[in-house]
């Protein structure tokens, strides 16, 4: 059997014996054939054959650490933070919120349009529905673990695609480790780090000016960790409303506590790279810039790779636009770090040209202000944009990809 279609099975924790010796293993190195839960490995696109092959052709044992990895990950005990849930499930109830990414009931939503007799219909925006987030009222009172596999690049996910700490901002708002740990001597400082990464506000700033900027909105700290829906809702304003809130009430209980060094925390603490794809080609190419760019090169403010894009682009617009190019004087105003992160993110994944265009064009279209008859046209300009500027910022990152 092809390794790839090897099945990813749930590690027993059982304690009886007998049952576990007729378990399958966290991965089955043997194979069996097995109908249900299965997952592969390595993702893969059906007629990937290459993958396959290669997978196939390599010995089992030099991938035992691609195994022990996913099996850590997979062993580790999630639960529900049922205040959250219930918050999101009242909001949800109260005909939702599109600013707070909550769904309506059905309820509220529109009636379908009718369809003629002999006429397909082809609606010009498709209905979202975003049930998946209250997947979790299944696990309210339950500890779960999420099983993962990776991609072919070695990126790893977690198998449940709807539910998981990889999801949107309300879903990873309700989830926490199920095992605590104690803050110690700087748990509490970088929640409070967390907290501020999370409202978007200092972005710019270093991790000593986001700590004390956090202790300065204290107050409003605690009023949205004690009065949600009926406080002032500080934190409603942040980039990711319902993590903020979540953190805002685990700091809350932290510093109310008796020592906060020994509060037992279970909220994760997300920390990611600076587009983690060209970090590893700026160190490949030894591209000085790029790696400045990228967070490779020590600094005491955070250096941002979107917004140096972004800004680069901008400069070339204004050129364009005194030069009386149409479609830069009425790009004028609308080219942020938004508009370019996506193409940015994925152009050392191969995104073409075609592609990185398709990206803009949607980021386009969420703008209010823009003329929709202008924005597949401005999409094309900016791609092209983009891509001469990524190559005048990561000079020899472009040369070796």
């Known amino acids: 059997m092809p390794i790839t279609n090897i099945a990813l099975q749930y590690i027993s924790t059982s304690q009886n014996k007998t049952k576990q010796k007729d378990k399958l293993s966290a991965v089955d190195m043997v194979g069996h054939e097995r109908k249900d839960n299965v997952a592969k490995v390595m993702r893969s696109r059906d007629g990937a054959l290459q993958h396959e092959v290669m997978l196939e052709k390599t010995h089992p044992g030099n991938l035992y650490p691609v195994y022990d990895s996913l099996n850590q990950l997979g062993a580790v005990p ?27 009931p059905v309820s509220e939503c529109p009636e379908p349009p009718k369809l003629s007799e ?21 696990f309210r009172d339950e500890t779960f673990w999420f099983p993962h596999n990776m991609d072919f690049r070695g990126r790893v996910y977690p198998c449940p695609p709807h539910f998981n700490h990889l999801g949107n901002d309300p879903m990873r708002s309700i ?19 967390h907290l501020v990464n999370l409202t978007g506000f200092k972005k710019r700033n270093s991790l000593q000016e986001r700590l004390e900027y956090a202790d300065t ?18 934190w409603q304003t942040a980039d990711e409303p319902w993590q903020t809130l979540s953190c805002c009430m685990e700091v809350a209980k932290a510093v109310r506590s008796p020592d ?3 509060f037992i925390s279970h909220l994760p603490v997300h920390q990611d790279g600076s587009c ?5 080609y700026a160190a490949l190419g030894r591209d000085v810039i790029g790696a400045q760019q990228v967070n490779l090169h020590p600094f005491d403010v955070p250096q941002d790779v979107y917004s140096g894009v972004a800004q680069k682009v901008e400069e070339a617009r204004a050129i364009d636009a005194a030069n009386g190019l149409k479609i830069a004087i009425e790009l004028e105003g609308f080219v942020n770090r938004k508009i370019v992160k996506q193409t940015v993110m994925t152009v050392v994944y191969g995104v073409t040209k075609y592609g990185g265009h398709r990206q803009i064009v949607k980021q386009l279209k969420d703008l209010p202000d823009f003329p929709g ?13 983009v891509f001469q500027s990524l190559g005048e910022m990561f000079t020899k990152t472009r040369e070796i990809q």
């Open 276 to 280: 983690n794809g060209l970090q590893h």
């Open 175 to 193: 989830l926490l480790f199920a095992r605590g740990r104690a803050l110690g001597e700087d748990g509490l400082k970088w929640l409070k780090i």
């Open 118 to 138: 002999n006429r397909a219909l082809r609606p010009q925006q498709p209905i979202r529905i975003k049930s998946t987030e209250f997947t979790s009222i299944g």
């Open 373 to 385: 008859n202008r924005v597949w046209a401005a999409g094309g300009y900016l791609v092209t944009k």
């Open 260 to 262: 906060p060094t020994k």
């Open 217 to 234: 909105i204290m107050d409003d700290i605690l009023d949205s960790a004690d009065n949600p829906t009926t406080g002032n809702k500080w």
């Open 78 to 104: 999630w639960q529900i933070n049922q205040r959250m849930l219930d918050l999101i499930i009242q909001v949800f109830r109260d005909k939702g919120s599109e600013e707070l990414d909550v769904p309506q």
